[in-house]
């Protein structure tokens, strides 16, 4: 909350007074702006676009800067210069700005669109001042000298535009940004060019535009299990969530990409869970006829924390698959690892699953060591049967049961739920089932 001038009636009227709640109200806005941006510099708007027709022109949309300041660089009227620092918004109306094609032929050249805040006075006027000596006759300017004053301090987003040196076409070159600008936009002119388009029209690289506004920063991304193809939709409560499953053609008993965390975020949530392990097959033959139960596969381990970033960053994420069931007289398979690495903070894995062994289950899967995380363990692998009527269930993992213990050839049954163990095979000599695989969830 911004502070406040408490005025008192009969009192005088002060100048101060009014200089310091326009003042109060500057502080605070800043104040919101660097909690909610932070203290560096971000552009809103400004998007730039051909004309309509086309043209040699570029169309600059209205916009705004926030940018790192302070206070106030000289007196404010009769309140003193303060220093303190302080983010400060510039405002931009929009515009159409000509843009010339290089002369020579066979050459191109970059336009470099760079942005920055602006401070100054404006808007002179002379003013009325209290006649002491005939208070029915104001003065004109201070003294009666009829000198005009500023009356506004105004801040606004000033825009350059910095022309790159020609040069063969496709070996031109951007020019740097100023020191002091924000670069936003470059656009690429040609000899003999006529019009703009959009094509010739690209944002900078360490552009400080934000790609979003606070209400529809929201787009839910998920990866295909198959093809790992990245799919979107609006998404109710506006975060960016990534599911990474591992897909089903693979072999692999870990599956890894990498990932580029997007412009503008520091911390990511992070949701990760271990493949599953596969279920027993039977066991040796009894002298009842039936066959020694296989033990269910343990559920892998899932583990969220919020891990710090920087824009830029490549994180791995590596999803563990699920073990394979055993075979008749065979164990089985541990599930793969699930994790995501190269954080600030360190890594963050959530372990597969132990696969079931012959008459007893797989133990539940952990978690690495990580600062503040939710850790929760796999379920266990139910036990399988040593008379051989009964094997062991996959264990379940926190998002659902395993696979259940089966008879007969087609044993036991494959892990269900996403982490969640393989079930043993009993009774008639069989194999058991697989592990379901492990799976990360990111949000920003």
Known sequence: MTDRIIVTPGQIPLAEDQLHAQRFMMIALGMLMSATHGQRTTVSGIDASPTLPASMSLQLAPGSIMQPSVVDASSY???PADLSSLMKMGTYPGARIPLTAPAQLGTSLVYLVQASLVETDEDPQVLDYYNAAN??????????????????????????????????????????????????????????????????????????????RMWDFATWARVDDVFNALTYRLNSDRKVLIQEHYPNNSEQMQYTRQWVVPDHVYAVKASVVGGGG???????????????????????????????????????????????????????????????????DGDIIAHAGQGGGISFGGIGGGA?????????????GGDGGLDGMNGGDGGSSSWGGGGRAGRGEGGGGWGRATGSGGGGAYGIAGSGGRGAPGLITLEY
Not at 316 to 332: I, Y
Not at 368 to 380: M, R, V, Y
Request: charged share 10%; proline share 6%; net charge negative.
């Open 77 to 79: 009227g009769i309140l």
């Open 135 to 212: 208070p029915e006759q104001p003065w004109s300017g201070p003294e009666n000298s009829g000198a005009a004053q500023f009356t506004k301090r105004v801040q606004r987003c000033a825009i350059q535009i910095v022309a790159g040196a020609p040069a063969a076409t496709g070996t031109q070159v951007a020019p740097a940004a100023s020191v002091g600008w924000t670069p936003l936009w470059l656009v690429t002119v040609s000899n003999g060019q006529t019009a703009i388009l959009a094509e010739h029209i690209q944002r900078h690289p360490q552009s400080g535009q934000l790609p979003y």
């Open 278 to 344: 596969g279920g027993s097959g039977t066991g040796s033959l009894l002298e009842s006829g039936q066959y020694i139960g296989g033990g269910g596969g343990g559920a892998g381990g899932r583990v969220e924390g919020v891990m710090r970033v920087q824009p830029g960053m490549v994180l791995t994420l590596v999803t563990g698959r699920g073990g394979d069931g055993g075979a008749h007289l065979a164990g089985g398979a541990d599930g793969g690892d699930t994790g995501v690495y190269g954080s600030l």
């Open 368 to 380: 690495t060591n990580f600062d503040g995380p939710i850790a929760i363990f796999g379920g266990d």
